[in-house]
């Protein structure tokens, strides 16, 4: 068990690029969220799959945030034309039961996003 | 809706000292409720969880936290604060309507001196 690892760490980026995050969950758990925490806040929900299939998306993510999770596995988070206001910590987690409500969520380190 | 609120954003201890932090819910239905912990860096790590087992639960590195129903809370306590224990402590609720997604508080920064 090698834990949930994310890459890059860090990412700094000009307003308007495009950047993509990797999530790469605890081997064989079946859900997999993303959260974003700002200064000071608390993670927020913005999306999570079900194996492959994308079930839930936070009116946090807008039309420029796009995630993927293509074979169960390993996802990636999309955000085109970045805005200085997209700058934030972006955490991926994972967990082993589906729809369990007390199962534990395991984070990953998080990809820190600065748009200048 | 669900949430969580966390009373004070920054608690400050000596080494030794009780350690207290508040969390109380909001919830519909009965909740399910998480202590995470966050050190510089580093991701989220569970602490403790409450899924109606038991009221009172002890998790790891000595902490305990107690559900009081009646009070709607969750608070998080440790007899005696090490220096180790200085990080950000994340109090969270199981969203029934977001496939139990997290709904966290906004955090209280937990400082320990010597």
């Known amino acids: 068990d090698t834990g949930v690892s994310q890459d890059p760490r860090h990412k700094i980026t000009k307003r308007g690029q495009n950047v993509t995050f990797r999530c790469d969950p605890i081997?064989?758990?079946?859900?997999l969220y993303w959260y974003r925490q700002t200064l000071g806040q608390g993670p927020e929900f913005l999306t999570y799959?079900?194996?492959?299939?994308?079930?839930?998306k936070s009116r946090l993510l807008s039309d420029r945030f796009s995630a993927e999770r293509p074979k169960g596995s390993f996802s990636t988070l999309e955000i085109q034309r970045t805005e200085q206001g997209d700058s934030a910590m972006y955490l991926c987690?994972?967990?082993?039961?589906?729809?369990?409500?007390?199962?534990?969520?395991?984070f990953g380190p998080g990809t820190r996003l600065t748009v200048l | 809706a669900q949430s969580v609120t966390q009373l004070g954003s920054h608690v400050s201890v000596s080494e030794g000292a009780l350690v207290l932090l508040r969390c109380n819910y909001s919830?519909?239905?009965?909740?399910?409720l998480f202590w995470y912990v966050q050190y510089p860096n580093q991701g989220l790590q569970l602490l403790l969880k409450?899924?109606?087992?038991?009221?009172l639960v002890k998790g790891i590195n000595g902490f305990e936290a107690e559900f009081k129903k009646s009070e709607t809370s969750f608070h998080l306590t440790k007899p005696s604060a090490h220096m180790s224990d200085a990080a950000e402590y994340f109090c969270?609720?199981?969203?029934?309507?977001?496939?139990?997604?997290?709904?966290f508080g906004k955090g209280t920064t937990l400082s320990v001196s010597s």
């Open positions: 987690a994972s967990s082993a039961r589906s729809g369990d409500p007390t199962d534990t969520q395991y």
């Open positions: 081997s064989e758990h079946n859900r």
């Open positions: 799959f079900q194996n492959e299939a994308q079930l839930e």
């Open positions: 919830s519909s239905v009965p909740p399910y």
């Open positions: 409450y899924t109606s087992a038991a009221t």
């Open positions: 969270a609720v199981s969203d029934d309507q977001a496939g139990t997604a997290l709904i």
